[in-house]
């Protein structure tokens, strides 16, 4: 893990919170001025390559490079932490401050989307789950109602509650009529 810089930051410290970064599952520890620290240093460097040599261009485009890659990397694990943490409400550790605004905004979202759909399924399943009572114009063996419950059997004049998606069906081929 790389240790807390007051320094300046180097090539070689960005290649090493890189290397750390493609190594780790989880988010290594960097501080939180470590983007604003790297983007002075990457100008500093672009502006150099512009002035000397091609090969100060190049070390200016590798590292361009290699602060995206640790961004994406980042970015790629915040994401998966953040679904994670809206399901289990378990914290990500070693964010900066910059990041963590950004996963508790997602995590916020990821359980108001979660909460949202999950309330339609819990929803249709009640509606399904809704009984409605029957007077049998025939005999009805028994059924696997649209809740997956088995129903009857029923005898001719009886009486019974069934799922209202089968009621519906039951009444429509004159097999029973509801009960008021």
């Known amino acids: 893990m790389p240790e807390e810089q007051k320094e300046a930051i180097t090539y070689e410290y960005i290649r090493k919170v890189q290397r750390e970064e493609l190594a780790e599952v989880r988010l290594t520890k960097i501080t939180d001025d470590f983007y604003d620290k790297a983007e002075k240093y990457l100008e500093q ?7 000397k040599d091609r090969s100060s ?23 998966q932490q953040a679904v994670f943490a ?4 378990i914290p990500i550790q070693n964010l900066t401050k910059v990041e963590e605004k950004f996963f508790r905004q997602l995590v916020e979202l990821l359980k108001f989307q979660r ?50 998606e089968n009621a519906e069906l039951m009444i429509k081929s004159e097999n029973a009529k509801k009960v008021e």
């Open 45 to 51: 460097k672009m502006r150099l390559g512009k002035k």
């Open 57 to 79: 261009e190049i070390e200016a485009e590798n590292l361009q490079k290699l602060l995206e890659d640790i961004y994406n990397r980042r970015e790629t694990k915040i994401l």
């Open 86 to 89: 809206s399901r289990t409400g």
């Open 115 to 164: 909460e949202k759909t999950l309330n339609i399924f819990t929803k249709k399943t009640k509606e399904e789950a809704k009984l409605e009572k029957l007077k049998f114009t025939q005999d009805i063996p028994e059924f696997i109602g649209s809740d997956l419950k088995k129903y009857g059997p029923f005898k001719a004049e009886g009486e019974g509650e069934i799922p209202v």
